[in-house]
């Protein structure tokens, strides 16, 4: 008999509870990263003499700390479970975000002795100081970066384990056929919270101070671990799940059982399974992961970081102009896009009756022709700003179209015991790719301007942000078929 309808009752929605509980955590974690993007480069930069060669380290050194921190997450959220796991992730990124908020008050003090706790003081006895001793400066910059690095570490540790506490409550709240779309459902807070990003922070900033940006968007994350303590069991402890939605949720394991008998190599999932780190790496379909995670997601941190920058630069709209609001609101706008590619999959499995792996396979080689389009980013742009704008947001919205399939592989072949270890390992490669381009982008804009560099008929950083445009253009079609070659068909693991 169909488990869905084995019960005889009406099926509860409450799954969609936890995913809306999802939505709104990636909604605040994007908020706490964009503070620094939107506030760096006509707010902070100013004040600290930062180059994009320390705006690059400090991304870069985010990005290289989180890729190690997913890493250990996944295994620590495996061990304690999804509902402490993620109150500990949001409280340590929270916090981190808040840290931001004193890092101007701790160079004033570091630098000059004079220790004056207000942010207003603190900005205009450091002016003044450095009007009267120049050779300051150069003190003032690196003082703040470190200051801000350390800042950037504690936001890094607690947010890499959001994505391995994400996945894991999907993989244990949705069936393997629903998760893509779930996934895109929470997924798409990432976007929304980008789209709320330009018209609140900058706005912040210009009226209290880049300080009360960062504490203000901080404090989100704490109200949100109000609710989630109350609202979170597991779908058998959980009284608002009635029997119909559990066993609608549990419909796999009928599934698996079955492929057991087929060419598929299959196993029913042990509940207490384990996986060490080294033994997650020795799987083939980790790898396919991997991979399809280390440059997609090197594309997507360049655009997170560097899109108000690149608006900035290329075009002369600071973040807090109404154009420059526009351009990063636009961009987020069509990545929305991305919350029908997430059905993608879903529609695949039901009407060509694929298993999970082949449907997310089939869809992730559409959205990898999207990014395709970014070879003409540079050269459009010469017509008008808006034309690289939507093809920039075409390009997020297909990544976030990958990004919430590519997740989902994990839980399609390894079992639910250990999804937020393979998850973590994953994360990785996401973290190295992250360090990668943001790093890179750095130093290859510092050095592109300082030399006049010359790249298909642009020069300075507008050739810089060429070269960029152009690995992010193939980096997608290049990993699907990497993950093709390591996993060719649908293969349950084997613990």
Same mark, same amino acid.
């Given at each position: 008999?169909?488990?869905?309808?084995?019960?005889?009752?009406?099926?509860?929605?409450?799954?969609?509870?936890?995913?809306?509980?999802?939505?709104?955590?990636?909604?605040?974690?994007?908020?706490?990263?964009?503070?620094?993007?939107?506030?760096?480069?006509?707010?902070?930069?100013?004040?600290?003499?930062?180059?994009?060669? =320390?705006? !690059?380290?400090? $991304? @870069? /050194? #985010?990005?290289?700390?989180?890729?190690?921190?997913? +890493? *250990? &997450?996944?295994?620590?959220?495996?061990?304690?479970?999804?509902?402490?796991?993620?109150?500990?992730?949001?409280?340590?990124?929270?916090?981190?975000?808040?840290?931001?908020?004193?890092?101007?008050?701790?160079?004033?003090?570091?630098?000059?002795?004079?220790?004056?706790?207000?942010?207003?003081?603190?900005?205009?006895?450091?002016?003044?100081?450095?009007?009267?001793?120049?050779?300051?400066?150069?003190?003032?910059?690196?003082?703040?970066?470190?200051?801000?690095?350390?800042?950037?570490?504690?936001?890094?540790?607690?947010?890499?384990?959001?994505?391995?506490?994400?996945?894991?409550?999907?993989?244990?709240?949705?069936?393997?056929? =629903?998760? !893509?779309?779930? $996934? @895109? /459902? #929470?997924?798409?807070?990432?976007?929304?919270?980008? +789209? *709320? &990003?330009?018209?609140?922070?900058?706005?912040?900033?210009?009226?209290?101070?880049?300080?009360?940006?960062?504490?203000?968007?901080?404090?989100?994350?704490?109200?949100?671990?109000?609710?989630?303590?109350?609202?979170?069991?597991?779908?058998?402890?959980?009284?608002?799940?009635?029997?119909?939605?559990?066993?609608?949720?549990?419909?796999?394991?009928?599934?698996?059982?079955?492929?057991?008998?087929?060419?598929?190599?299959?196993?029913?999932?042990?509940?207490?399974?384990?996986?060490?780190?080294?033994?997650?790496?020795?799987?083939?379909?980790?790898?396919?992961?991997?991979?399809?995670?280390?440059?997609?997601?090197?594309?997507?941190?360049?655009?997170?970081?560097?899109?108000?920058? #690149?608006?900035?630069?290329?075009?002369?709209?600071?973040?807090?102009?109404?154009?420059?609001?526009?351009?990063?609101?636009?961009?987020?706008?069509?990545?929305?896009?991305?919350?029908?590619?997430?059905?993608?999959?879903?529609?695949?499995?039901?009407?060509?009756?694929?298993?999970?792996?082949?449907?997310?396979?089939?869809?992730?080689?559409?959205?990898?022709?999207?990014?395709?389009?970014?070879?003409?980013?540079?050269?459009?742009?010469?017509?008008?700003?808006?034309?690289?704008?939507?093809?920039?947001?075409?390009?997020?919205?297909?990544?976030?179209?990958?990004?919430?399939?590519?997740?989902?592989?994990?839980?399609?072949?390894?079992?639910?015991?250990?999804?937020?270890?393979?998850?973590?390992?994953?994360?990785?490669?996401?973290?190295?790719?992250?360090?990668?381009?943001?790093?890179?982008?750095?130093?290859?804009?510092?050095?592109?301007?300082?030399?006049?560099?010359?790249?298909?008929?642009?020069?300075?950083?507008?050739?810089?942000?060429?070269?960029?445009?152009?690995?992010?253009?193939?980096?997608?079609?290049?990993?699907?078929?990497?993950?093709?070659?390591?996993?060719?068909?649908?293969?349950?693991?084997?613990?």
């Amino acid at each position: 008999m169909n488990p869905i309808n084995a019960t005889g009752q009406r099926m509860t929605n409450y799954r969609w509870v936890i995913c809306a509980m999802l939505f709104f955590a990636l909604v605040i974690n994007y908020l706490d990263r964009q503070v620094l993007s939107l506030t760096w480069k006509n707010f902070i930069a100013p004040e600290f003499h930062w180059t994009d060669a =320390d705006y !690059g380290m400090l $991304t @870069g /050194v #985010f990005s290289i700390v989180y890729a190690v921190a997913m +890493l *250990l &997450a996944g295994r620590l959220v495996d061990r304690m479970g999804t509902k402490k796991g993620y109150l500990i992730a949001i409280f340590v990124w929270s916090t981190g975000a808040c840290i931001h908020t004193v890092c101007g008050i701790l160079t004033n003090g570091f630098v000059t002795g004079d220790w004056i706790w207000s942010f207003a003081g603190a900005r205009e006895h450091l002016e003044s100081s450095m009007a009267a001793v120049p050779a300051i400066a150069l003190t003032v910059t690196s003082t703040s970066v470190w200051l801000f690095m350390i800042a950037r570490v504690v936001l890094s540790l607690g947010e890499a384990g959001n994505f391995p506490c994400s996945i894991k409550a999907v993989a244990e709240y949705f069936p393997k056929k =629903d998760r !893509g779309f779930a $996934t @895109g /459902v #929470f997924n798409s807070g990432s976007q929304i919270g980008a +789209l *709320l &990003a330009p018209f609140t922070i900058p706005v912040i900033a210009a009226c209290y101070g880049w300080e009360m940006s960062f504490f203000i968007i901080g404090i989100l994350g704490y109200l949100w671990m109000g609710v989630w303590i109350f609202v979170y069991r597991r779908p058998r402890e959980n009284r608002r799940v009635n029997a119909a939605e559990l066993a609608y949720i549990e419909q796999d394991n009928a599934c698996d059982a079955v492929a057991e008998k087929t060419d598929f190599t299959a196993e029913q999932e042990p509940q207490d399974a384990r996986v060490g780190l080294f033994k997650a790496f020795s799987f083939r379909q980790t790898w396919a992961v991997i991979f399809g995670r280390f440059l997609p997601d090197s594309v997507w941190w360049f655009l997170l970081f560097w899109a108000p920058a #690149f608006v900035s630069e290329v075009y002369g709209y600071p973040t807090s102009s109404t154009e420059g609001m526009l351009a990063v609101f636009t961009i987020y706008l069509i990545s929305m896009l991305s919350l029908a590619g997430s059905y993608l999959p879903t529609f695949f499995i039901n009407r060509n009756r694929l298993n999970p792996y082949s449907g997310r396979m089939k869809a992730m080689l559409i959205f990898a022709l999207f990014p395709l389009l970014g070879f003409g980013v540079m050269p459009l742009g010469r017509v008008s700003m808006w034309f690289p704008v939507i093809i920039i947001g075409i390009m997020a919205a297909a990544h976030q179209s990958w990004s919430a399939n590519v997740y989902n592989v994990v839980s399609d072949m390894f079992p639910k015991a250990v999804v937020a270890t393979v998850t973590g390992a994953a994360g990785l490669a996401s973290g190295l790719g992250s360090f990668m381009s943001n790093y890179g982008a750095g130093e290859l804009f510092t050095y592109a301007d300082e030399v006049q560099m010359h790249f298909m008929g642009f020069e300075g950083k507008q050739a810089g942000y060429m070269i960029v445009f152009i690995a992010a253009s193939v980096a997608y079609l290049v990993s699907w078929i990497l993950m093709k070659l390591l996993v060719p068909r649908y293969k349950l693991v084997k613990l």
